[in-house]
C-alpha cells in the first residue's frame, strides 16, 4: 500500500467510516486499526474507539496470535474504553478471555491484573500480579512494568522488591536503584532509602535524580539541612530541569524560608516555558505550589498577595487551555482556583477531575478530588454532601497506603464530625491520623495538629491521650530552631 492509500485509510478510520481502504488496498492492519482507535479516543469518542481498538485486537489475534504481548496490550486498551462507557459485562468477557489462555504468562496474567483494576477487584488483581511475578518476568522490563504497577497502586513494599530483583539482574542500572529508593522512602524505610540513592550516585555521579530521591529521604526523615544540601547539587547538576528548582523550593518552604521558595517556584516556571515544547505539567505545578507560598505567607500575617494570585490563576487556566483533560491537572487548577478565593470555579475544576476519575480504576488522585470537593462542600454549609464526600474520600485513600493526601483527609474528616458532634467518628480519624504520625519523624508543622487532636480528646474525656500529644507537641517546640 502506498503513503497517498494509507493515509486514505487512517482517515477513514477516525472518521468511522470504515475498516478497509479502497479498492485493491486489502483490509487495515492491526497497528493501523489502532491509530485510528487512539486518534477517537484521544478526541473523547469512546464509543468509536472502542469499537477500532476491538477491531485492532482481532486483527492482532489473527497476524500476532490472541497470546502475543502486542494482543494483550490492545485487550487492555480496549477493556479501559469499555469501562468508561460503563460496558461492564463487556470488560468481564475480555478478563474472561485473559483468564482463559494457556498456559498462563507474565504478560498475560498482568493483562487481566489490570482488567481486574478497572474493575475494581483490587484483591484479585494483587494476587494476579503476584503470580505474574511468580512466572519470572523475561528480562529488567517485566519487573520495571510490575513495579510501576504496584507503585501506581501504593504497594511500595511490592514495587521495592520487584525493582530489587531487577537489580540483581542489572546490577550497574542506576535508574533501577533511583526508583527503589524513591519506594523505600516512600515505606518510610529512610535508612535504605539513602544507601539505595548513594549507590545510584556512585554508579552515576551526574544522575540528579539520585540526589533528589536522596534529598527527600533526608527531608522526610527530618534532616533539612542535609536535603536542602542535596537538592543544591541536584540543581547544579540539572540546570534547565524546571523540577531541579522545584525540589530545591519545597525544600526552602518545609524551611519557612518563603522568598526564597518563592524565586525558585518563579525559576522552574520560567525552566518549563523555555523547553520545547513547554512542559505543561511541570509548569503547572510551580504555579500551585508558589500560590501555596503566597496564601501561607497570608494566612501568617505577612505581604497581601491577591494580586499575585489572580495572575497565577489566570496563567493556570491559559495552560489547561492547551492540554488535555486531565484528572491530575484539573485538581491542581482547582485548589488554585480555591486559594484565589473562587470557590464555585475551584468546584467545577475538582468535578471535572472526579468525572474522569471515577471511568478509571481507582488511584490516589481519586481520593484527592472527592477530600477537596468534601472541603468546598463544608464551607458551602452543604454538611451532609461534605461526609458522603468524606466518607468515600477515606475509603479511597485507605486502599493507597503511603499516600501524603490521606492525613489531610483525615483531619478534615474528623474536624467535620467534631463540628456535628458525631464524637464517636472523630476519634476513629485521629487515632488513624495519630497512628500515621506515630511512624513519621517528629516535624514542627505537625505541632498546630498535635495540639488540635489534644484539645479535642481532652473534650471528649480521654484526659490521657490529651497528655501525650501534648508532651509531643511540647518535644517540637522544644526541638523547633
Not at 238 to 255: M, Q
Not at 263 to 275: D, G, P, T, W
Not at 408 to 424: C, E, I, K, V
Request: hydrophobic share 40%.
Amino acid at each position: 500500500m502506498n503513503r497517498a492509500a494509507r493515509a486514505w485509510v487512517l482517515g477513514l478510520l477516525a472518521a468511522g467510516l470504515g475498516c478497509a481502504g479502497p479498492r485493491g488496498t486489502g483490509p487495515a492492519t492491526w497497528g493501523e486499526l489502532e491509530s485510528a482507535a487512539r486518534q477517537r479516543l484521544d478526541a473523547g469518542d469512546l464509543r468509536r474507539g472502542s469499537e477500532l481498538m476491538g477491531a485492532a485486537v482481532r486483527r492482532s489475534e489473527a497476524e500476532l496470535g490472541p497470546a502475543h504481548p502486542r494482543t494483550l496490550l490492545l485487550l487492555g486498551e480496549e477493556a479501559a474504553a469499555r469501562r468508561g462507557l460503563g460496558q461492564t459485562a463487556e470488560v468481564e468477557k475480555i478478563l474472561a478471555r485473559l483468564q482463559a489462555l494457556q498456559p498462563a504468562t507474565f504478560e498475560s496474567r498482568v493483562a487481566a491484573g489490570e482488567v481486574l483494576l478497572l474493575l475494581d477487584r483490587r484483591a484479585e488483581a494483587r494476587a494476579g500480579f503476584r503470580e505474574a511475578g511468580a512466572l519470572q518476568p523475561q528480562g529488567v522490563e517485566g519487573y520495571e512494568r510490575l513495579a510501576g504497577i504496584y507503585r501506581r497502586l501504593g504497594l511500595h513494599d511490592e514495587a521495592a522488591e520487584c525493582l530489587e530483583k531487577a537489580g540483581s539482574s542489572a546490577p550497574a542500572d542506576y535508574s533501577l536503584l533511583v526508583k527503589r529508593a524513591a519506594s523505600l522512602t516512600m515505606l518510610r524505610r529512610y535508612d535504605e532509602a539513602k544507601a539505595v540513592a548513594k549507590q545510584a550516585q556512585a554508579l552515576c555521579p551526574a544522575c540528579a535524580e539520585a540526589y533528589v530521591q536522596l534529598g527527600y529521604a533526608e527531608l522526610d526523615s527530618g534532616d533539612d539541612e542535609a536535603a536542602f544540601r542535596t537538592f543544591q547539587k541536584a540543581q547544579e547538576l540539572a540546570p534547565e530541569d524546571p523540577r531541579s528548582y522545584h525540589h530545591l523550593a519545597y525544600s526552602h518552604a518545609a524551611r519557612g524560608r518563603n522568598d526564597e521558595a518563592a524565586a525558585l517556584y518563579q525559576r522552574a516556571m520560567e525552566a518549563a516555558e523555555r523547553r520545547s515544547p513547554p512542559d505543561y505539567p511541570h509548569l503547572l505545578q510551580a504555579i500551585t505550589h508558589l500560590a501555596a507560598v503566597y496564601a501561607a505567607e497570608q494566612r501568617a500575617g505577612g505581604r497581601r498577595r491577591e494580586a499575585e494570585l489572580a495572575e497565577l490563576y489566570a496563567r493556570c487556566r491559559a495552560v489547561l487551555e492547551k492540554i488535555p483533560d486531565d484528572p491530575r491537572f484539573l485538581n491542581l487548577a482547582g485548589m488554585l482556583a480555591l486559594t484565589a478565593g473562587r470557590g464555585a470555579e475551584a468546584e467545577a475544576y475538582h468535578r471535572r477531575a472526579l468525572a474522569l476519575l471515577e471511568k478509571r480504576p481507582p488511584t490516589a488522585e481519586l481520593e484527592e478530588a472527592l477530600a477537596n470537593l468534601a472541603l468546598l462542600a463544608e464551607q458551602g454549609g452543604r454538611h451532609d454532601e461534605a461526609r458522603t464526600l468524606y466518607e468515600r474520600a477515606l475509603a479511597a485513600g485507605r486502599a493507597f497506603p503511603g499516600n501524603h493526601q490521606y492525613l489531610q483527609t483525615l483531619t478534615g474528616a474528623a474536624r467535620l464530625y467534631r463540628s456535628q458532634r458525631r464524637f464517636a467518628q472523630a476519634e476513629r480519624c485521629f487515632r488513624e491520623a495519630e497512628a500515621i504520625l506515630g511512624q513519621t519523624p517528629a516535624a514542627p508543622q505537625y505541632r498546630q495538629l498535635l495540639d488540635e487532636m489534644a484539645g479535642f480528646y481532652r473534650d471528649w474525656g480521654r484526659p490521657a491521650a490529651a497528655r501525650r500529644l501534648e508532651r509531643r507537641s511540647a518535644g517540637l517546640a522544644r526541638a523547633a530552631p
